[in-house]
């Protein structure tokens, strides 16, 4: 693939931070302590290296580009959602849309029954790892099992020099309803309420971002309560539509996928990153081009059946400038 923005110059004064749900970036060997079952060559959806690896060529593609249409580079820093595990994270970042670029990563292997976590990357020219660090979210199911699923993650460092801390969190699935869901989700935000909190009582002046794929509209609870009681702007509220989100399901779009962050970032400072834009990458290149469900996101599968696409959701990102 070409570069859709080599014409774009860069812009030393902005940068990007984004996040992406990869659709099940699962390796092709069998892990005895995941149900990764269906991700194997033997598997029904033959998940085979051929299939991996022009996931991989893909994915690394649309990270590489997103926020350039802005900036004229890669971006500083992205969330991921839907990694297995940190060999998928380091063969993604030595793709060649990725490997010239100077990536670092963090990762912790969640309990999650998937096996699936959360993870951030990030452009070591511009971004340094000063902490990191994992909460758990205690869930239980209706016969009072443990709900095993993914941690947060909390990475703090410097951007440019200006610290910041960026939490990372993929909230449980709307899979058994909507609101038989709810309290799982309600679980996750008060953990993130309790994150920022504890930040923000080491210093109230501290820059917060947030970002996950939330399983939640702006407007529901979950979201409202980061919201209302942390001091966060939720840029994605101004981005929903009927006709455009993060992700499709039953004829309907979706905007689970958001970036919120404290609203220090609208100070007027000549030395601080202050808030640019938020947007969707929903370029034409990650849409289905045909059929009924043309201009969605090209997913890997449909089911069982591979569709060869990059993955079932859209990445979103801010852009910041100083």
Aim: hydrophobic fraction near 30%; include cysteine.
């Amino acid at each position: 693939m070409t570069d859709i923005f080599d014409d774009i110059p860069v812009r030393d004064d902005l940068q990007t931070i984004a996040f992406y749900n990869l659709e099940n970036l699962f390796d092709i060997h069998k892990d005895r302590n995941t149900h990764d079952s269906d991700f194997l060559p033997t598997s029904v959806k033959r998940w085979t290296p051929k299939r991996y690896d022009n996931k991989l060529r893909k994915l690394s593609y649309a990270i590489s580009n997103i926020g350039k249409r802005e900036t004229g580079k890669n971006p500083a820093i992205v969330g991921l959602a839907e990694v297995e595990n940190a060999t998928v994270i380091q063969d993604l970042l030595n793709y060649k849309h990725l490997e010239n670029y100077n990536y670092g990563f963090v990762h912790y292997d969640s309990p999650d029954e998937r096996g699936i976590d959360v993870a951030l990357i990030y452009d070591k020219a511009n971004f340094e790892v000063l902490h990191s660090e994992t909460y758990s979210v205690l869930l239980r199911d209706d016969d009072g099992s443990p709900d095993y699923t993914r941690d947060i993650l909390l990475v703090s460092g410097k951007l440019d020099e200006e610290n910041v801390h960026v939490i990372v969190t993929h909230w449980s699935s709307r899979r058994e309803g909507q609101k038989e869901t709810e309290f799982k989700r309600m679980v996750s935000s008060n953990k993130v309420v309790e994150i920022i909190a504890k930040l923000k009582q080491e210093n109230e002046d501290a820059k917060i971002i947030v970002m996950g794929d939330f399983n939640d509209e702006p407007d529901n609870k979950s979201i409202k309560n980061l919201v209302d009681n942390c001091g966060l702007y939720n840029p994605m509220e101004t981005l929903r539509s009927f006709s455009r989100g993060t992700t499709y399901h039953h004829r309907k779009w979706n905007l689970f996928d958001q970036i919120m962050f404290t609203t220090n970032y609208f100070k007027n400072s000549n030395n601080e990153f202050e808030f640019f834009k938020a947007n969707i990458f929903d370029e034409d290149f990650l849409k289905t081009f045909s059929g009924r469900y043309k201009g969605s996101p090209f997913r890997t599968y449909v089911g069982k059946k591979y569709n060869g696409g990059y993955s079932d959701h859209f990445p979103v990102y801010t852009v910041f400038k100083k």
